[in-house]
């Protein structure tokens, strides 16, 4: 069975343990930034352990329409040659549903001699940029989304002078490390600065700025102050071992939970430097979760950890978590009506809130459940997590996995998790 190309997949409850290997992909996080990095340097820079997905795919092909080579000798390698220049596509810059990517190469588009249009999908086109687009038009970089979503329409001068922006960041801290790598190619030195205090999940611009490092640049958080600076380095190509992707960790670590199991990854924990890392020390207190998890932090694992809480002792309430309505879907909605095809109100909206009921008793019980994925790959992953205890879920659009976790299906089934057709 070919999981990936199925409408729909039937998870049957192992009923006992789960052990064995189950290696997560590369890191999207990091993946994604490396390539772009690797893409401004001069010289050619090996990545290895990177992963191979939907979002990556859409990362390299457009780094090779703006004129960088990009090759891929291996399952999980990527050798990227650049000049430290980029050209003008020949066409719009196409990027799925892919939210690093169309963000990343909105900023890094300021660096072309000539027009950059950049576009998605449905859903791409239902996520907000206009704050990266604000910031960009504040360092002297003409660009618009008319709709605040893309399409995003970049024109370029070959590079920008530098100085100082500032850029809300609530929604998204994609819209900082966007700034922070296209800083180090300006001509002089660029400051940015949250405008206000909230930024969501701030640990993947510690993630940029150490990917930075690694390709020769100079970056440093300014004291005192919510506020970094980047010297007009340019960067140097480098090789880089990508680690394995902490969201990906999380559905093993929390299928150890709930089946009592033994999953090897086949990296410490400890090695994971990716912000949903912090999820274990959550999944570790399973099925004594804390009543209130902030989530803003954390945000890709709090899927992972709902459908958890599901099944603790006691109700959980997600709170930090608005931004996740303007992911891949709206997050917080869908794992609320997901969760309670199972059971009626087992999960619920309360304003940016969601609020899992909890139910032990659940485990054990058939409970039919078709659920929706919202063609959205993280939907699909972690309410998979729910088969492993109730009798009767059914995922459907499994093939959505494939944006950042193409082998998902394959890793559960190598745990001895039975899969069958869902129709």
């Given at each position: ?66 004129g960088v080579a990009v090759d891929e000798p291996d399952a999980t390698s990527f050798v990227v040659t650049g000049t430290g220049r980029l050209a003008r596509p020949a066409a719009p810059l196409f ?284 939907i699909a992953m972690s309410l998979a997590l729910a088969g492993l205890m109730v009798d009767g879920v059914v995922i459907l659009d499994p093939g959505c996995v494939a944006k950042t976790f193409p ?17």
């Amino acid at each position: 069975m070919n999981v990936l190309t199925s409408p729909a997949v039937a998870i049957t409850p192992p009923k006992r343990p789960l052990v064995g290997r189950a290696v997560p992909p590369g890191s999207k996080s990091i993946t994604n930034r490396a390539l772009l990095l690797a893409g401004l340097a001069r010289g050619t820079s090996r990545l290895t352990g990177a992963l191979k997905s939907d979002d990556t795919r859409w990362m390299a092909e457009a780094l090779r329409a703006l004129g960088v080579a990009v090759d891929e000798p291996d399952a999980t390698s990527f050798v990227v040659t650049g000049t430290g220049r980029l050209a003008r596509p020949a066409a719009p810059l196409f990027l799925g549903n892919a939210g690093t990517a169309v963000r990343f190469l909105t900023a890094a588009a300021a660096l072309v001699e000539g027009e950059v249009v950049l576009d998605g999908d449905g859903h791409m086109r239902r996520r907000p940029i206009a704050p990266l687009v604000q910031a960009l038009s504040a360092l002297g970089i003409e660009a618009e989304a008319p709709t605040g979503c893309p399409p995003v329409t970049v024109r370029g001068r070959g590079g920008f002078d530098g100085g100082r922006v500032e850029v809300d960041a609530s929604l998204s801290s994609q819209y900082v490390s966007a700034l922070l790598m296209l800083g180090a190619c300006g001509r002089g030195p660029v400051e940015v600065a949250l405008r206000g205090a909230e930024i969501g999940a701030r640990g993947y611009v510690d993630l940029t700025l150490a990917a930075m490092e690694r390709f020769e640049a100079r970056a440093a958080a300014l004291p005192g102050a919510a506020a970094w600076r980047v010297e007009p380095t340019g960067y140097a190509a480098c090789d880089l071992v990508i680690e394995p992707d902490a969201s990906a960790a999380t559905y093993f670590w929390a299928a150890e939970a709930l089946t009592g199991g033994r999953i090897d990854l086949g990296v410490p924990a400890e090695a994971f430097t990716q912000p949903d890392a912090k999820a274990l020390t959550v999944i570790r207190a399973f099925p004594d979760m804390p009543a209130v998890i902030d989530g803003s932090q954390m945000q890709d694992a709090v899927p992972t950890l709902a459908v958890l809480a599901a099944f603790n002792r006691t109700p959980v309430r997600f709170t930090g978590i608005a931004n996740l309505r303007v992911k891949e879907c709206d997050r917080v909605a869908a794992v609320a009506a997901e969760l309670s095809r199972i059971r009626p109100g087992l999960a619920t909206e309360e304003g940016d809130d969601l609020v899992v009921a909890s139910d032990p008793a659940l485990a054990g019980q058939r409970l039919p459940a078709r659920i929706e994925t919202y063609d959205d790959h993280r939907i699909a992953m972690s309410l998979a997590l729910a088969g492993l205890m109730v009798d009767g879920v059914v995922i459907l659009d499994p093939g959505c996995v494939a944006k950042t976790f193409p082998g998902y299906w394959d890793a559960l089934a190598g745990l001895g998790v039975e899969l069958a057709p869902g129709d």
